[in-house]
């Protein structure tokens, strides 16, 4: 008979969360709050919701902001979900951490240590965080996150104790993502990563690759569907028409190398950065 691990872990880091981003119910809509939710009648009624469907893009993330509109629980319904989807985050991370460090039992049980409980911590106060939970907007990152580390932590699941009905989620989850923000598209490239980091079974790239066939047939499905719908091919020549294509790149690069500096030199963070092109 195994122990359960203690629910201390998870209440703590729900409480940090909470006491950090409570004051965030006091932040009214920003920027692109007015474009995407308070001026967009496509996530004002199902009805508007069903038009915009062939021609828009990101259908869950809207799906989210029309549930809240209808809640009609105000800017308070929508910084709740926010702040909701930024706690089961944090505990995704908590559990994904565990699978990496924490020991395992003989029947299966992981009990989570410190450096998980440390790693999940400051995934949920790290003020790089700030934008995803307090803008309203934000949310096309903590729900399409929400999706994807679901989907990663129920792939190792369902491939490490051969639970079927945790790895078919797997796939559904991925799918969730994207149609949320794009950026999931990259789920595959990390399963592969966790695969040969910390995979249990066969860690050939053959053995990988069949079992995440699935996920990779996804992948090339998902991006012939977004090179073929017309809301993201507009708005992939739109970006085209404003830089070329080696703009496009350097600008990305730096882009990225300045977001991953904002992880240490948080003093200057910033929502909305003006990043020059190199």
Known sequence: MTSRPSPKGPLLLVAAVAASYLNSFRGAFQFDDHNVIAGNPAVHSLAAFLRDLPSGIRPVLKLSYLGNWAAGGGLFGFHLVNL??????????????????????????????????????????????????????????????????????????????????????????????????ETALTLPAVLLLWERAFGAGDRSFRGILRRQAVHWALLVLLLAAVALHAGYRDLLLYGFGVRSLPENLRAQSYGIVYLLSRLVLVHRLNIDPDLPVP
């Open 84 to 181: 909701l989807l930024h706690a089961a985050n944090v505990l995704l991370v908590y559990l994904l951490a565990s699978r990496m460090t924490g020991e395992k039992t003989a029947g299966g049980t992981h009990h989570p240590g410190t450096v998980p409980f440390l790693a999940a911590l400051l995934f949920a106060l790290h003020p790089v965080q700030t934008e995803a939970v307090t803008y309203i907007s934000g949310r096309s990152m903590s729900l399409m996150g929400f999706f994807y580390l679901g989907s990663l932590l129920s792939y190792v699941r369902g491939t490490e104790g051969g639970r079927g009905w945790r790895y078919g989620a797997s796939p559904v989850l991925f799918v969730l993502a994207v149609l949320t923000k």
